[in-house]
């Protein structure tokens, strides 16, 4: 995972409709930090402010990442 790295982190196991998308801005061994670009709550986008960060463990730190692909590369 690079800075600049385009990403879709799911919330829950096995459900797609609760997302956000965002932009790497920092990493480290456990976590991910991004500018977010797009947030969905239950298939409903919500607003996303200039300034909106957000943090998610990498693939493979969360409990279920075995069976789920929670942490997507888009580009």
């Known amino acids: 995972m ?3 790295t385009i ?3 799911f919330d829950f196991p096995n459900r797609t ?3 956000m998308i965002g932009e ?3 990493q480290n061994d ?3 930090k991004c ?3 797009k947030v969905v709550m239950q298939n409903e986008p919500k607003v996303v402010e200039p300034e909106m960060t957000f ?3 990498k693939q493979g730190q969360s ?3 075995d069976r789920f692909e929670r942490v997507v590369v888009l580009g």
Do not use: E, P
Request: net charge negative.
């Open 2 to 4: 690079q800075v600049g």
């Open 7 to 9: 990403v879709k982190c």
């Open 17 to 19: 409709d609760c997302y």
């Open 24 to 26: 790497v801005i920092d």
């Open 30 to 32: 456990y976590s991910i």
């Open 35 to 37: 500018r977010a670009i």
């Open 55 to 57: 943090t998610t463990s």
């Open 63 to 65: 409990m279920f990442d």
